[in-house]
């Protein structure tokens, strides 16, 4: 495995390297296409490639915490016709630990909806924007992972561009600020999600959605109701990177990933 992402990323670095001279020196010809971003491109797809390599090396614990997540919340449950849903649910994650193309091919369609929600761009910043006027949900009982979270990528292998808010399923999200609905991406049993675009470059995006109340285009205001939370592992919108029933918030500004608890109403929350 560590010898084909080693051929994967010289291979992806090569090609980058040869765009950028075919272009010759710093600006592009009529019609052209400057090398810094030609560049930036390849160090892009660099960065994803390992990405995908450290999500699937960790595939299996992906899977397997996803199953104690769902036995976890069995033991809680009491209802029978609940309990017969996680049952099916668990027995859909084994089907797909049993057969690791499979689970590769959702673990990568997972990604790809994620980076679509979140942007291609792995930049990180901290610019300045006007304060978000309440939270999407209620952080009741703390964060399950913060902006970054060195846990997060240990478990996962991918860098935690959010805020992870648990709450249960089916959780109303509420528009944070005012804004525009920029994206609604319903993705069956991938990954589902929101983005809205607000002033001052601000874009706000919840992940793991299993409703929307909005349509793309759309005006929405402070506080209303733009969709339901999602999460619990095999329903739909949870997509296979989660961690169980939560909001993933993030933030962008000028396309920019921020930590959006420098941007939310000040509150105590346990991390």
């Known amino acids: ?121 792995f930049t990180l910043g901290n610019p300045s924007a006007e304060q978000l006027a309440l939270w999407p949900v209620n952080p009741s009982v703390g964060l399950s992972a913060t902006f970054l979270d060195a846990g997060y990528e240990r478990r996962f292998g991918i860098p935690h561009h959010a805020i992870d808010i648990p709450v249960p399923q089916g959780t109303f999200i509420r528009a944070p600020a005012d804004a525009t609905v920029l994206k609604v991406a319903l993705n069956g049993l991938g990954y589902s999600y929101i983005v809205l675009s607000h002033a001052d470059g601000m874009q706000t995006v919840f992940g793991h959605i299993t409703a929307a109340h909005v349509e793309e285009g759309a005006t929405v205001e402070t506080g209303q109701v733009i969709g339901e939370t999602g999460g619990q592992p095999g329903t739909a919108g949870a997509g296979l990177l989660t961690t169980g029933p939560h909001l993933h918030f993030a933030m962008k500004i000028n396309g920019a990933l921020v930590d959006p608890l420098k941007y939310l109403p000040q509150t105590r929350v346990r991390e």
Do not use: N
Request: charged share 25%; glycine share 6%; aromatic share 4%.
């Open 1 to 121: 495995m560590l010898t084909l992402t080693i051929v994967i990323i010289v291979a992806l670095f090569w090609t980058g390297v040869l765009k950028v001279q075919s272009l010759r020196g710093d600006s592009a010809g009529e019609g052209g296409v400057r090398p810094s971003i030609v560049r930036a491109e390849a160090v892009q797809d660099i960065d994803r490639e390992r990405v995908r390599q450290a999500v699937f090396d960790h595939q299996e614990e992906i899977l397997r915490y996803q199953l104690q997540v769902l036995e976890d919340q069995a033991l809680r449950e009491s209802a029978p016709e609940k309990l017969q849903a996680l049952r099916d649910t668990r027995a859909a994650l084994l089907s797909v630990i049993s057969q690791r193309t499979h689970s590769e091919g959702l673990l990568r369609a997972s990604l790809e909806e994620i980076w679509e929600a979140e942007g291609t761009s």
